[in-house]
């Protein structure tokens, strides 16, 4: 349990000083809009190249992988949706929002790092294929689902258009699409611009969670929902249960796989979450709070899932 807390101090240690920085020095939360734009545009696109370009093609095509991790991610969707909709009687809208808090996790941000820091280069692979493909899948029902609501008016092929371009023009995307060709070709790039790949893979992780931390302490608690206590059950317990169990029953995965999904679907709930319902005016004050306590949260579930994960409590497939 101790190199558990060790593994994990650094990421939480960024979080902090992000959070004491912004505290301190009184920067409103605009400030921060360069450097998530570096973090966005330019740190991770690169990670995510750098990660998939030098894998070997034939471990980048397990789409039995993906679309078991993204059916196990919407089951808990669907049960949020349900618990709000039918038993709590919330708007579909509302509905939709508590949906993503309990499912959308923020691999983007922390997923990576601390993927490649607990379980090495092997890792590699499934984060590239879950944060880009997973992402995808969200930028995709996001506005499917507030057009079934009601709340997108535009015409159907102007929200068509606009999914497609959101999901094609996306960098995580983009970058990802570009390391599969060069993964596919077999070349590499030139050795300075290697380099300068691996400077900005290299910043990532620190730059973003730095900066989840500066956004944790400029956006105030102002309505905790009520929700709250379920929603946080789904997204940091029974989240990385359903990735377990459904990646255990569609096939067989290096446990370095099955390990890397469960820890990414064990992370608190993405930012952008509140950026979706901050769009289209939707439970704006609770997905904030809901973001901020689960995270928090979060500092005692993820010590417990790591060390259940390391320590072969739970066996690699559950269904061998």
């Given at each position: ?9 650094p990421f939480f240690g960024l979080i902090l000083i992000g959070y004491v920085a ?37 471990e980048l095509t397990r789409i039995d992988f993906i679309l078991g991790e993204i ?231 993820l010590p417990i899932w790591l060390y259940i994960i390391s320590s072969g409590i ?7």
């Amino acid at each position: 349990m101790v190199d558990v807390v060790a593994l994990l101090l650094p990421f939480f240690g960024l979080i902090l000083i992000g959070y004491v920085a912004a505290r301190v020095t009184g920067q409103p939360l605009e400030a921060l809009g360069w450097l998530n734009t570096f973090i966005i545009y330019a740190a991770l696109p690169a990670l995510f190249f750098k990660l998939v370009s030098r894998t070997p093609i034939e471990e980048l095509t397990r789409i039995d992988f993906i679309l078991g991790e993204i059916a196990a991610v919407y089951l808990v969707f669907t049960v949020a949706f349900v618990v709000g909709y039918v038993v709590r009687r919330n708007s579909f809208e509302d509905c939709t929002i508590q949906g993503f808090t309990a499912a959308y996790g923020n691999i983007g941000y922390m997923g990576p790092g601390l993927a490649l820091l607990a379980f090495g280069d092997k890792a590699a692979v499934p984060v590239a294929l879950i944060v880009c493909l997973e992402n995808a899948a969200h930028f995709i029902m996001a506005p499917a689902m507030m057009a079934l609501a009601g709340d997108d008016k535009r015409q159907l092929h102007l929200i068509v258009g606009s999914i497609a371009k959101k999901v094609a023009l996306h960098p995580f995307i983009l970058s990802t699409a570009l390391g599969f060709a060069a993964a596919a070709s077999g070349h590499q790039l030139p050795e300075p611009a290697l380099k300068l790949v691996d400077y900005l893979a290299q910043a990532a992780a620190p730059c973003a969670l730095f900066a989840m931390g500066v956004t944790l302490a400029l956006r105030p608690v102002k309505r905790v929902p009520a929700e709250l206590g379920y929603l946080a059950v789904l997204k940091l317990v029974f989240l990385p249960l359903s990735v377990y169990v459904v990646l255990s029953l569609v096939g067989d995965f290096d446990p370095v796989w099955m390990h890397a999904a469960m820890l990414l679907a064990a992370l608190p709930t993405a930012a952008n979450v509140f950026v979706i319902s901050q769009q289209y005016g939707v439970w704006q004050e609770r997905a904030s709070a809901s973001i901020l306590l689960i995270t928090v949260g979060s500092i005692v579930t993820l010590p417990i899932w790591l060390y259940i994960i390391s320590s072969g409590i739970l066996p690699p497939d559950l269904f061998p």
